[in-house]
């Protein structure tokens, strides 16, 4: 279980005082493609497990490949390596991610709670869900879902992270 309870938290950036991110976890996907996403995985847990490299990518997944991510722990969890992620990130982060550290996509201080959401649901084995608000200077800018849920690495011999990012636009 996490030491901090981070059922909703705020983040902003530094370089940009008055761009501020809202985090909510909630219990249930409101987004289509996360349910979508959900379901796949869960049909794939019931079996022998979802599998990086043999239901991702997939057909089932297909429509959504843009809008995920693959994640492999490194630093015992501290940190994640960045190993596939859909051209929709891009309109996240603005550039290009595969390869790099999740660490390397947030300030310090708002990256702190990401890797114990992601410990959280690797542990637990379900899915963890964000309602994500963003806003600059008090207007909305995006807001978007975000699912993380428990997948095994090609070989099969450690749990890596596959994270869904589905906005709501």
């Known amino acids: 279980m996490l030491d901090k309870c981070w059922s909703h938290w705020t983040a902003t950036d530094p370089k940009?005082?008055?761009?501020?991110?809202n985090y909510v976890r909630v219990e249930a996907a409101a987004h289509s493609d996360s349910r979508h996403l959900i379901a796949v995985w869960r049909e794939c847990c019931a079996g022998d497990g979802f599998v990086v490299g043999r239901d991702i990518?997939?057909?089932?997944?297909?429509?959504?490949?843009?809008s995920l991510m693959v994640?492999?722990?490194i630093e015992d969890g501290a940190d994640y390596r960045i190993?596939?992620?859909?051209?929709s990130l891009r309109r996240r982060y603005g550039r290009e991610i595969t390869s790099l550290r999740l660490s390397e996509l947030f300030s310090p201080e708002a990256y702190i709670p990401h890797p114990a959401i992601t410990k959280e649901a690797l542990a637990a084995g379900e899915p963890r869900i964000l309602d994500v608000r963003e806003e600059e200077f008090g207007h909305p800018r995006?807001?978007?879902?975000?699912?993380?849920?428990?997948v095994l690495s090609p070989d099969r011999s450690a749990k890596w992270v596959l994270a869904g990012v589905f906005y709501f636009d």
């Open 57 to 66: 990518p997939s057909r089932p997944l297909a429509s959504l490949l843009r």
């Open 71 to 73: 994640n492999e722990p």
């Open 16 to 21: 940009n005082p008055g761009f501020v991110t």
């Open 83 to 87: 190993r596939l992620a859909g051209s």
């Open 142 to 150: 995006h807001h978007r879902e975000v699912v993380v849920l428990p």
